[in-house]
């Protein structure tokens, strides 16, 4: 950054001194220059937007001709068609951008943007008294736009030859004179920032001397007041981040970053160029996984603002499984227990003995239980009586079923060919027993289990022997399976004996702690038993209720676990255009068109062809596991920094992380340079980094600002007002957002201190803090962040690594202060 400085500075003899007197005319003149090629791109783009209407109406038109063939085509052009019309009719805050002042390139061949292919300047591109004229300029935008004569009004700032306005320095230039950034609102430009990267160069455009305007683009974006959402940093970004957004797609590319070296932005801005390089490829859809719902709420509005939306989907870590929200906060302890790997072994005896905990009488048919495993009533083994029954399959849309006589699960009498049969449980127990030898998911398991009960009743039936001819044996078989199959008594003992099991009701069903104790029995001990059964005791019978990030991991391993059999898929209605032709007595009537075939496989995603992990040091083995299922055939991109991990077992993890991306080949990435922070609080949260991770180095910040942290100290029972008052004095001194960081149980309270303030200050836990910023923060109690878990001095690293401009840090007794009022954990 001093480099590029230094360059402005340097870049006075480039700017013609007698065209303008003043720096201000200047700066005038040069808006001006942007305003209007910005008026003549907007222009272009209500053209583009006419044109896509009409092919909207071009293909309604279609449909009328009443031909499959016309309606294919309609339902292809209608989707295309509305994808890019919703593209151009999103007016973004600053659509243009940037701009490259280019020198002449050593061949003369263009890309299919319009752009000049050659990267390095031509031999005699630059003249023996270092005089050079600009050959070529290229305007760098959210998408791109051509002119009617297909010439480039605007490079998308994904296409190849947008590279070198991010990878451009003083250093390595290539054809790169001058790089400017132009901020703008909606049609209007109101400024330029300039950055010379060949100083040394007299340069001309047009017959005019080279204007240099500002002080450098990237320290006048770092200077933005935040806001709650996060901002793309398409317009700033920086030759090593640049690197990882276009490195190549294939295998894993991971990306290791220390605070504020812009990780996430990276992340985000990856997935709209690997979309734009090869949208065809990742038609499947792109995953990116952040670990708090805070996160993707602060950074959901990127993607649309890159030109990218509905092809990438951003979700929680608590959020993966559908129907599934995490809003409940397990304690450390808990936590640990759930999130590490052991839980697979408890997880594999539970969903296998949740059969065999309903032994006792069951609903009849008609009748599906209701209890914690969904349609089996779990209750003490020993107990005579069962639940009420509850609904009947959603998937059929029937009406719930009344209750019916108890079944019971540890008998089963049927009537066969005039004769009375009977299993008794002993005999059901070995069956039961046979068919849970397989690895098959439990529900899958069912046509085995109806199966071998069959051939079970078939062999004490004594009919085996009756006939020698085979065809007579086999037919005598097939009508004896027919005759049991079809009574309503052999098919009521099956719904109890063996029920579609749900996840939900599984998990539900291990809090009871004695069941637990046999499933984790060699696995956990008594007190993380404990302790687990507990925390899902806030689960109702049937598995609704609050869960945890972790129990949705648990939940998703459950799926697998148990399976799910196959659903029908509804028929859609008829097209209203394909009754009024009379299509629907002619063709074969479609199950459902392009848009809602798109529609559908989206909602339905599980798997993804390209997944980026966010923060990825925070996941757990068991959400490494369930992110891993989503991705087991794409390309990865895995970000994150050990320094920040919140997770306890970093080893643990990694090995679940080696075992989601598989053998898979690897490309490594460092950033290095901290874009956030200033100087004077990066050094401040280096010595708990110190204390954290003895021997990492932070990243390198690139201003100062001459402020220094602020330290207070209060009594306990005055919390709630000093960390009010210190909030109140940061809202006056910065104009964007404040962020009071707390420990995890004191969120709550937190809320309460800050009411009334206004949207400008937020309250939030420590863990939640991650991959968010705020222009200030208060960190309140660093003892009582650090004391939190194993993992606490990472986590109050993070805390102390969350302000773009001031930081307030706030002490109590067990932080022991000193006089000045620095707590003991950030003392030398």
Do not use: C
Request: glycine share 8%; charged share 30%; proline share 6%.
């Amino acid at each position: 950054m001093a480099a590029q400085d230094a360059a402005v500075e340097s870049a006075g003899p480039a700017v013609d001194p007698g065209r303008d007197t003043g720096h201000d005319s200047v700066r005038a003149r040069e808006i001006g220059v942007e305003q209007h090629h910005l008026d003549q791109v907007y222009r272009r783009l209500e053209e583009k937007i006419h044109e896509a209407e009409f092919l909207m109406n071009d293909a309604a038109k279609r449909g009328q001709v009443g031909t499959p063939g016309a309606l294919a085509e309609r339902d292809a052009q209608v989707f295309r068609a509305g994808i890019h019309l919703n593209r151009l009719n999103n007016e973004f805050e600053d659509f243009l951008f940037g701009r490259i002042d280019l020198l002449r390139g050593k061949d003369g061949r263009k890309g299919p943007d319009g752009a000049y292919t050659s990267v390095e300047p031509a031999d005699d591109a630059v003249g023996p008294d270092r005089t050079a004229a600009i050959a070529e300029t290229l305007h760098i935008g959210r998408i791109g736009v051509l002119d009617s004569d297909y010439s480039p009004l605007v490079i998308d700032w994904r296409a190849p030859a947008a590279a070198p306005f991010y990878r451009a320095t003083p250093v390595d230039p290539g054809r790169v004179v001058r790089r400017r950034v132009i901020r703008s609102k909606g049609r209007q430009v109101l400024g330029v920032e300039d950055d010379l990267m060949r100083p040394e160069l007299t340069a001309s455009l047009g017959g005019d001397a080279l204007a240099v305007i500002g002080d450098g683009a990237l320290m006048a974006a770092l200077g933005q007041a935040r806001s709650h959402t996060m901002r793309d940093i398409v317009s700033s970004i920086q030759a090593e981040q640049d690197l990882v957004i276009r490195a190549p797609a294939a295998s894993v590319t991971e990306v290791s970053g220390g605070p504020g070296t812009g990780k996430t932005a990276v992340a985000l801005h990856r997935a709209a160029y690997l979309l734009y390089q090869d949208r065809r490829r990742y038609a499947g859809g792109i995953l990116i996984v952040s670990p708090t719902p805070l996160l993707v709420a602060y950074t959901e509005g990127v993607l649309p603002s890159l030109g990218e939306e509905g092809q990438v989907a951003i979700r929680a870590v608590g959020s993966l499984v559908d129907g599934a929200e995490a809003t409940a906060y397990d304690e450390p302890a808990v936590a640990r227990v759930k999130g590490s790997a052991r839980m697979l072994k408890v997880l594999r005896k539970a969903a296998r003995g949740a059969l065999e905990a309903g032994t006792g009488p069951a609903p009849s048919r008609g009748a599906r239980t209701g209890g914690p495993v969904g349609q089996l009533a779990f209750g003490d083994p020993e107990s005579p009586e069962s639940p009420e029954a509850a609904a009947d399959d959603a998937d059929e849309d029937a009406d719930a079923a009344t209750p019916g006589p108890a079944v019971r699960t540890d008998l089963l009498r049927v009537v066969a060919f005039g004769r009375r049969l009977e299993l008794e449980d002993d005999e059901l127990r070995r069956i039961r027993h046979s068919v849970l030898g397989g690895t098959a998911p439990v529900n899958l398991l069912r046509p085995r289990a109806r199966r071998l009960l069959l051939d079970a009743l078939w062999s004490k039936s004594g009919s085996a022997g009756r006939h020698t001819d085979p065809e007579l044996a086999a037919e005598l078989r097939s009508s004896f399976d027919e005759d049991i199959t079809s009574e309503d008594s052999f098919l009521a003992f099956l719904d109890a004996w063996w029920p579609e099991l749900t996840p939900r009701g599984v998990l539900a069903s291990m809090a009871e702690e004695r069941r637990l104790g046999r499933w984790s029995r060699r696995v956990l001990n008594p007190g993380e038993t404990r302790r687990l059964a507990r925390s899902l005791k806030r689960l109702g019978p049937d598995g609704t209720g609050p869960l945890s990030v972790h129990d949705v991991a648990l939940l998703d391993e459950l799926e697998t676990l148990l399976g799910a059999p196959p659903r029908k898929r509804r028929r859609r209605d008829l097209d209203p255009l394909d009754q009024l032709t009379g299509l629907e007595e002619l063709m074969p009537r479609r199950e459902e068109s392009q848009w809602e075939r798109a529609e559908r496989l989206a909602a339905e995603r599980t798997e993804y062809a390209h997944v980026i992990v966010d923060e990825a040091q925070d996941l757990t083995p068991m959400q490494w596991r369930m992110v891993g299922r989503r991705g087991r055939h794409a390309t990865w991109t895995v970000v994150g920094d050990a320094a920040q991990s919140s997770w306890s077992d970093p080893d643990e993890a990694a090995e679940a992380r080696d075992e989601a991306l598989g053998t898979r080949p690897r490309r490594r990435f460092t950033l290095t340079v901290n874009y956030r922070n200033p100087a004077e609080i990066a050094e401040l949260a280096s010595k708990v980094l110190a204390l954290a991770m003895p021997g990492m180095e932070s990243p390198r910040a690139v201003r100062s600002t001459g402020v220094r942290p602020r330290f207070a100290v209060v009594s306990d029972g005055d919390l709630a007002g000093a960390v009010r008052a210190q909030a109140q004095d940061l809202l006056d001194r910065v104009d964007g957002t404040v962020g009071v960081v707390v420990a995890m149980h004191r969120r709550e309270q937190a809320a309460r201190w800050l009411a009334g303030l206004g949207d400008r200050v937020v309250a939030l836990g420590s863990l939640e803090a991650k991959g968010l910023e705020y222009d200030a923060t208060v960190v309140v109690s660093p003892a009582e962040i650090a004391d939190e878990s194993p993992a606490g001095l990472r986590v109050l690293y993070v805390a102390l690594t969350r302000a773009t401009q001031q930081l307030t840090v706030v002490s109590a007794a067990r932080d022991e202060p000193d006089a000045e009022g620095v707590p003991d954990l950030l003392r030398e």
